[in-house]
């Protein structure tokens, strides 16, 4: 099996994520992004190949982080500890500090035991899979062993979260005077950084969920668990509420009446309003395939073309890069504004969402109901034959038979899961009953027809 997934390198940290291998992967990351052309130039100016480094709270990520330094170190690389910061503070700060590539220790939504490694080349731009693949076959090859001077130094990064900070509020086109805003951080990398982001931007701020042990990130709380930023943004009256995850690469909203406002919801409201302001390029948004039929009624509604790519945050950045095209995103709350960042940035997300509800005076349910959500029903067939989606003449005529009774009132998608032995069945329609009817009866059919 492949060591890197769709996000990185992933598991239980010291189950199969061990120091020795975060260790020997940084150093095979060493061999691989230090070739090319400008890493020879720096190195023919006598200067050494500069990472940053940086990891979400979790406790396991003292000693990951450590040895991925380590690694780096030994490999004749200068590291540049940002300490505990979000995924796209890293990615950025790599992209700022003309670093050469950077790594960040994290496991995103996943619960506190499991964590990760991310690498990122130079930009702070996502690694394409052939690249992926040279630094697991380096993993087992020669490492760069220099020594005396020429091994690398380890520098904490004192002004990494003082950078972010600077470029986020830079990018704002409106201040967020008279909002009141409930932060949820997911006891997560941006318990810290995002408070005194939207602070400084103007809003009113409330916190739950930043108060990081080690053990307890996305512990109930973030962007995966709505229910307790719900309650909060009653409690206190509060125009909105923002959740992060344990990285801060993705951001889902509660509005004032504690309805919950997903990925495609704020993907739309930003589309709007980037396309007002002539900052979306071709007046084009880039969404996975499992984004809601209602997000493409309400683009099409509004002049603006809706590009689909598989299901995963990498395939929209790639469509993005290979367009040039400005916004981005999932569902699930991954929203990628290229214009200011090279990753999903929840911080970026809820800053901009929140100013256009300044700018525009409205609030984040008026905003939000230039969309329809269409019901959704997506049902897991476990135990199944993932490769005989494409290929079962009998599942594709029952296919073609609910998408001819949905018409144009509905959709109907079918995916192998690539990590677990199951079929995905979504269906999108009018109403719920009919959503949950197709998708049952598609599964059943699943079910028989690709039995293991």
């Known amino acids: ?131 992926e693949q040279r630094i697991e076959a380096a993993l087992t090859a020669p490492k760069l062993q220099p020594t005396g001077g020429g091994v690398g130094r380890i520098r904490r ?19 967020l005077d008279g909002l009141h805003v409930v932060l949820d951080c997911a006891h997560g990398a941006a318990s810290g950084v995002s408070p005194e982001t939207f602070r400084d931007a103007g809003a009113r701020v409330t916190v739950i969920g930043a108060d990081p042990d080690g053990l307890n990130i996305n512990d109930g709380v973030g962007s995966t668990h709505l229910d307790q930023l719900a309650v909060a943004v009653l409690k206190h009256r509060a125009d909105v509420g923002i959740a992060h995850d344990g990285d801060a690469d993705r951001c889902l909203a509660v509005d004032a009446a504690g309805r919950v406002v997903d990925g495609d919801q704020i993907m739309a409201i930003l589309a709007v309003a980037m396309k007002n302001r002539g900052h979306l390029v071709e007046d084009t948004l880039v969404a996975t395939v499992m984004s809601n039929l209602g997000l493409h009624v309400a683009m099409r509604q509004q002049g603006i073309r809706v590009l689909q790519t598989a299901v995963g945050d990498r395939y929209v950045l790639e469509s993005m890069n290979q367009g040039g095209y400005s916004l981005g995103g999932e569902q699930s709350g991954h929203v990628i504004m290229s214009e200011y960042a090279t990753t999903g940035d929840g911080l970026l997300t809820g800053l901009h969402l929140m100013a256009e509800m300044a700018r525009s005076g409205k609030s984040l349910a008026e905003l939000a109901s230039v969309m329809t959500v269409f019901p959704q029903v997506l049902v897991n067939v476990r135990g199944v034959d993932r490769a005989g989606v494409g290929s079962d003449d009998v599942l594709a005529a029952a296919v073609a038979d609910v998408e001819t009774e949905l018409g144009d009132t509905g959709r109907v998608l079918l995916r192998a899961s690539g990590t677990e032995p199951l079929v995905r069945v979504m269906v999108e329609a009018a109403d719920a009953h009919s959503a949950q009817s197709y998708a049952d009866r598609l599964a059943d059919i699943v079910s028989d027809r690709l039995a293991l």
């Open 157 to 175: 990064f004192a002004d990494a979260e003082d950078r972010y900070v600077v470029h986020l509020l830079g990018s704002l086109p409106h201040r």
């Open 1 to 131: 099996m492949p060591l890197f997934g769709t996000d990185g390198v992933r598991g239980l940290a010291n189950g199969p994520l061990t120091a020795d291998l975060a260790l020997t992967l940084a150093q095979a990351t060493a061999v691989v992004l230090g070739q090319g052309r400008t890493a020879e130039a720096r190195r023919a100016a006598g200067k050494r190949l500069t990472a940053v480094v940086a990891r979400d709270p979790r406790v396991s990520g003292e000693f990951l982080s450590a040895a991925v330094s380590a690694g780096l170190a030994s490999s004749g690389v200068d590291v540049l500890d940002a300490g505990v910061l979000p995924t796209p503070a890293a990615a950025y700060l790599i992209a700022d500090m003309d670093a050469d590539f950077g790594v960040m220790v994290s496991a995103s939504h996943n619960p506190a035991p499991d964590n990760g490694i991310k690498i990122f080349a130079r930009g702070g731009v996502k690694l394409p899979d052939v690249v």
